[in-house]
């Protein structure tokens, strides 16, 4: 199906104010308009998903306050780039990049499992997209919070070990089972390596890194 001309490059007037005075600072970047945008889908489909318009407001860093996080184009030697930023309310003249400029098309953003965590639409139908939070610096895929619930296990089942301190040479303390379902107390690391200080079910405390949170393995 070929992409229809866009017939105004303006984003909707009902666009937030502070997404609105972002936009203004970033040349040539433009809200998501799918008839002139989007091969697979048109806007009264994504209307359709409830991924209609492409921006939300949420409490992106957690200071009480609305932010607004939306997909946006820009048009490149290849035709678009897609990409979605975030503005926050704390401060409304800084555009964070959630996805930074690429050509793979971007449907529209969802609200995650928490208030707030942001879903880039890569695919609509489907559950495989990467969801997104604030650390306080970047965005990260799949950075857990404090207080949050999350399995660990790997694909060989084995116990895994919780270890004194946020790296891999450092004493096991104790370990756990396969699958086991563990808090977050803590977040340690860096946004290539992110570490969790969790408590078991038991009381038992220690340290974890990333790879081993496996929500599809522990499914069912």
Not at 14 to 41: H, I, K, N
Not at 61 to 86: I, L, M, N, Q
Not at 100 to 114: E, H, M, Y
């Amino acid at each position: 199906m070929a992409l229809q001309p866009l017939l105004a490059q303006q984003p909707p007037a009902a666009a937030p104010p502070l997404l609105l005075r972002a936009l203004a600072s970033e040349p040539d970047v433009r809200l998501l308009a799918p008839a002139a945008d989007l091969r697979e889908y048109s806007q009264e489909q994504l209307q359709k998903f409830g991924y209609w318009p492409p921006w939300l407001e949420l409490d992106l860093d957690r200071d009480k306050r609305p932010d607004v996080v939306a997909v946006v184009v820009k048009p490149s030697r290849s035709g678009r780039e897609f990409g979605v930023v975030a503005v926050h309310a704390r401060t409304p003249d800084e555009v964070h990049w959630v996805v930074p400029l690429d050509v793979d098309p971007i449907n529209g953003v969802a609200k995650g499992q928490a208030a707030d965590i942001v879903v880039p639409l890569f695919c609509v139908e489907c559950d495989a997209n990467t969801w997104m939070r604030w650390s306080g610096e970047e965005y990260e895929a799949e950075l857990h919070a404090v207080g949050e619930r999350i399995d660990i296990g790997t694909e060989t089942q084995a116990d895994l070990p919780l270890y004194s301190s946020p790296n891999l040479s450092a004493k096991p303390v104790t370990s756990v089972a396969h699958c086991t379902t563990v808090v977050v107390r803590k977040v340690g690391g860096t946004p290539d390596q992110r570490w969790y200080f969790v408590e078991t079910p038991e009381g038992q405390l220690g340290w974890i890194p990333d790879r081993v949170i496996s929500t599809e393995i522990c499914i069912g």
